[in-house]
């Protein structure tokens, strides 16, 4: 995700443009600029950082001019840096551009680009849509737009600025948010209301495919072919800190439902357009290197640990190597057996987290070659790791971990079929059949967020059980675990997961009437044992939540209680069927008062030991 916003009007652009920036970063801060055009010329300052690096460097030098753009950037494509910053501009200068979004077929327009001359400055996917302007403009600048549009691949919300024509701004919207807020004599642009909500609240919000012609005093809406389309103004009613949240009442329910954009924008780019498999290019290391690791260590705290043990079933699994899973506060002091031969996988959402970065440099202390999956550009682990595979869930603002928790998923699934093909251990068939079904999740996940009304009820009733058990067997046992930390973070209820077959060594005891517990029950090669385990604490009055696939007729027979979630392989099905403890622990924490955003005693990201 990243911050836009743009000005056109009778007052100076720049105070406006950064009131809207500040009010958008939540949407990305690790660089930011912005472009104003006065008297035939645009001047352009962007900087490395947050916002009020921007801000010291502008300071005393006001930008002039009433058009002008600007930008927050959360990076995927080339590190935070002042080059890398948007705004982008063509050879010439002549036009200026700020992109939230991947543009998926950046690499084939740069190489075209560059052949017909075009010179690039940054390692962005967004520069190249400035040149392929230059490079259409043909003296009409909303035709020149419509050319670009149908050039380039992927997501984006566009904002076009060009000092040929001072009198417009033009945006695009394809996937990634972006509103016109209708001023008097003056409009405003932004990727999201909190920008534009105390200079006006009627808007347009506009949608896939559409794009804004926005004058001092007037807004045109058409589609890409420039046929005019009839747009109804929204009245905004959200106030400034709801309309952050999109209109939902935490961060952390906006983030729950941002998944199935998140997971999608994860897979972006990264499976052939044949589904025949995944495409991991960024990975800088050959087939042949990748595939002499005899043993594979993953190592990270918290949810992103919960996501390495999935990832440890899916590389056993799919490819046949050996995986060990550690949290990094103990694999750091552990002496941990690791050699040449090691890959060590680090999972961070932050890319900050003080063990898990210890634990890095620990693992290249000992010869092992190390791979980072994060959230973050450039961050710490990003930067100290021999590689770097990213998840692209944009900025993640509430301490609970949840879309960072699908996307380390994804890619870890991804991850293990391009060295389950690297090995040579599935047959194309499965890999294709894989694929095909991995696709489908963002839209299943959707779904899974449909109806969540059971699971306010169950919040309400149970929220305020001071023990709640999680129980399930294989993935289903990773998944409790997961969901187990959701609850006990966010609603401080003593949560606990056990793998349901170490029930009767001891927690059995625990199991008294009336006591929750949710019971995973989707992985077939273990249900019927699943099962057995559910009558057991039945048998002492427990109240039994269940979690399965649609389908499953017989958990209601044993259950109280069932959530069914889309039916899909079951090694996808961790990506759904921690949706609905994500939420349950949303509910609960929200039936007991809790401070759902920011949970006592934690923090965002451990950079302390
Ligand atoms: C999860 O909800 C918690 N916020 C916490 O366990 C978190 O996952 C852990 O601190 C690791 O953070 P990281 O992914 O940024 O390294």
Redesign the pocket.
């Known amino acids: 995700m990243c911050g836009i916003v743009g000005y056109i009007g009778e007052k100076p652009a720049s105070p406006f443009l950064i009131e809207g920036l500040t009010k958008l970063e939540y949407r990305g801060y690790d660089s930011a600029g912005i472009a104003v055009y006065n008297d035939g010329n645009i001047r352009i300052e962007k900087s490395v950082g947050r916002l009020s690096s921007l801000v010291e460097k502008i300071d005393g030098e006001p930008l002039k001019g009433c058009l002008g753009i600007g930008h927050t950037r959360w990076a995927t494509h080339g590190r935070p840096s002042d080059l890398n910053a948007h705004p982008h501009t063509d050879c010439s200068g002549d036009f200026v551009v700020v992109h939230n979004g991947i543009i998926e077929n950046y690499l084939s327009l740069k190489e075209e680009l560059i052949e017909k001359g075009h010179q690039f400055h940054s390692e962005t996917d967004t520069e190249v849509v400035a040149h392929l302007l230059e490079d259409v403009y043909d003296g009409d600048f909303e035709e020149a737009v419509y050319s670009v549009l149908s050039r380039i691949e992927g997501s984006y919300s566009l904002v076009f600025m060009s000092k040929k024509h001072p009198d417009v701004l033009i945006c695009a919207k394809k996937e990634n948010p972006l509103v016109v807020g209708l001023g008097d004599g003056e409009n405003f642009i932004a990727s999201d209301i909190p920008a534009i909500i105390n200079k006006t609240r009627r808007t347009f919000i506009l949608g896939d495919g559409e794009i804004a012609i926005v004058k001092r005093d007037s807004v045109a809406i058409k589609n890409r072919r420039g046929v005019p389309i009839e747009k109804k103004v929204f009245t905004v009613n959200w106030n400034a800190e709801a309309a952050e949240k999109g209109g939902y009442e935490h961060f952390m329910l906006k983030e729950i439902h941002e998944q199935p954009k998140a997971v999608k924008d994860t897979m972006r780019e990264r499976i052939k357009k044949d589904g025949s498999g995944v495409l991991l290019g960024e990975l800088g290391w050959t087939s042949k290197f990748l595939g002499s690791f005899n043993k594979v260590y993953i190592v ?5 640990y919960h996501a390495g043990l999935v990832g440890k079933f899916y590389i056993e699994k799919l490819a046949r190597i050996l995986v060990e899973v550690d949290v990094a506060s103990e694999f750091r002091y552990r002496n941990p057996i690791v050699d040449k031969n090691t890959l060590v996988i680090v ?7 003080s063990d ?1 970065l210890a634990a890095l440099k620990e693992s290249k202390r000992l010869g092992a070659k190390t791979l980072a999956l994060t959230n973050v550009v450039g961050s710490s682990i990003a930067r100290e790791a021999d590689q770097v595979l990213y998840t692209w869930a944009g900025p993640e603002i509430a ?3 949840t879309k ?1 928790y699908t996307t380390q998923l994804i890619l870890f699934f991804m991850l293990a079929l391009y060295m389950a093909e690297i090995k040579n251990t599935l047959q194309p068939a499965r890999v294709k059949e894989l694929i095909s079904l991995l696709k489908k999740v963002p839209a299943q996940i959707s779904e899974t967020l449909t109806d969540v009304e059971p699971i306010k009820t169950f919040a309400k009733r149970y929220g305020f059980n001071e023990d709640v058990f999680y129980i399930g067997r294989s993935l289903d046992y990773d998944v409790a675990l997961e969901g187990s ?2 609850l006990k ?1 966010v609603s401080y209820i003593h949560a606990e997961a056990y793998a349901s077959g170490e029930l009767k060594h001891g927690t059995l005891a625990l199991i008294v009437e009336g006591v929750p517990v949710i019971a995973l029950a989707t992985q077939k090669s273990v249900y019927e044992k699943t099962l057995s385990n559910i009558k057991e604490v039945k048998a002492r009055d427990a109240v039994v939540i269940g979690i399965a696939a649609e389908g499953d007729e017989e958990l209601s027979k044993y259950a109280d209680h069932v959530i069914h979630v889309p039916e899909t392989d079951e090694l996808l099905i961790p990506l759904l069927t921690v949706v609905p403890l994500q939420l349950l622990a949303y509910y609960a924490a929200i039936t007991r008062g809790c401070d759902v955003d920011k949970p006592r005693n ?1 923090a ?3 950079t302390v030991e």
């Open positions: 990270a705290c918290g949810t992103a999972v961070s959402q932050s890319g900050e987290t898990t301490v609970a971990s960072a930390l959701k973070e934690l965002k990201s451990v």
